[in-house]
């Protein structure tokens, strides 16, 4: 049974990786450590997807630059993530292969927050920021002709 599931695990990271474009974010998790009783240690949940697509969890005990770079190797294409610098260094590392392109969720997140400081100019980007939004909500039911 654990043949099949390596098995499994391959291939959905083969599938995605094989296609130009991934998600790609990490999470903080708590992980019991077993030298410390009653403690818990930090580690990251990496997870590796395209919309519509398989998702792929790789635990790390590190936010550092080694398990993507390894994960990484051999993508090319777009990835997709949040501002953490990492992801600039590794795209810096294979500028031929990797490009990198931002989240609007987060764009939109750290613009909310400028206006919450004052700076009354964010208020045209979070509006610039909702028009795709609301022209998708308008279209949810449409066919993908009237879509286009």
């Known amino acids: 049974m654990a043949h099949l599931l390596l098995a499994v695990y391959w291939l959905i990271w083969e599938v995605l990786k094989a296609g130009d474009y991934l998600q790609i974010d990490e999470s903080p998790v708590k992980v019991l ?27 790390n005990q590190s936010r550092g630059r080694d398990g993507p770079r390894q994960r990484l190797h ?5 990835m997709q ?14 500028p031929r292969t990797l490009k990198r392109i931002g989240c609007t969720s987060h764009a939109r ?17 979070i509006g610039q920021i ?19």
Request: charged content about 30%; proline content about 4%; hydrophobic content about 30%.
């Open 109 to 125: 997140r750290k613009s909310y927050k400028a206006l919450l400081e004052s700076c009354s100019e964010s208020l045209w980007f």
């Open 81 to 94: 993530t949040d501002g953490y610098e990492l992801y600039d260094a590794l795209r810096r590392e294979q």
């Open 74 to 78: 051999g993508f090319r294409g777009t």
């Open 130 to 148: 909702r028009l795709p939004c609301q022209l998708e909500r308008e279209l949810k039911d449409s066919s993908l002709e009237q879509r286009r």
């Open 33 to 59: 450590d077993p030298g410390v009783k009653g403690k818990a240690a930090q580690g990251y949940l990496w997870f590796y997807s395209k919309p519509g697509g398989y998702v792929f969890l790789e635990f």
